[in-house]
């Protein structure tokens, strides 16, 4: 075989291997500092998800989307305020900024589980897919806690790591 039939063969194989370059550091660089998924009555359809990422990497990464078995839709939320009240809105992403961390918690951004398809039980683990850009999803799993259970956790995990 002549080399200049194998050229195309070995183009494709290097776009191929670059590409893969770009995208796979990402996904190493995104980790899970702490989150839970907040405990509701079997009555209320939906619930949230908080959690800490911390991004490693030398550029910013943007969460623009959550998917899971366990709920018929997942929204990223943030809270604002509008003429004195408090509103939920969706939004189309959230920054991690480079060697920093994004933090969802219940007094802001957050992540909504919509039409949850069955009760979550305290302590039950859960799954979710963090799609990144750029960047592949990042699969995660965070406990179900009380809100008072998850209180005490926030405030231990930052009294001992010092993550701020």
């Known amino acids: 075989m002549e080399f200049k039939t194998l ?13 893969s370059c770009l995208s796979f550091p990402v996904l190493a660089d995104i980790t899970l500092v702490e989150g839970h998924i907040r ?20 550029r910013a990464v943007r969460l623009v989307g959550v998917r899971t078995d366990i709920a018929r839709e997942a929204q ?31 007094s802001g951004s957050h992540i909504m589980l919509l039409g949850l398809k069955a009760p979550l039980a305290v302590a039950q683990e859960v799954r979710l ?18 809100q008072a259970d998850a209180a005490m956790q926030h405030e231990h995990h930052h009294h001992h790591e010092g993550v701020h």
Do not use: W
């Open 7 to 19: 050229r195309p063969i070995f183009k494709q194989m290097f776009k191929f291997a670059a590409l």
């Open 129 to 146: 897919e963090l799609i990144l850009e750029p960047g592949e999803p990042v699969s995660v799993t965070l406990p179900v806690l009380k």
């Open 76 to 106: 990223l939320h943030r809270l604002i305020e509008e003429q004195g009240m408090v509103k939920m809105r969706s939004v189309d992403g959230f920054e991690i900024p480079a060697h920093g961390t994004l933090v969802l918690s219940p």
């Open 39 to 58: 405990a509701m009555p079997a009555s209320v359809p939906n619930s949230a998800a908080y959690l800490t990422l911390a991004n490693d990497a030398d």
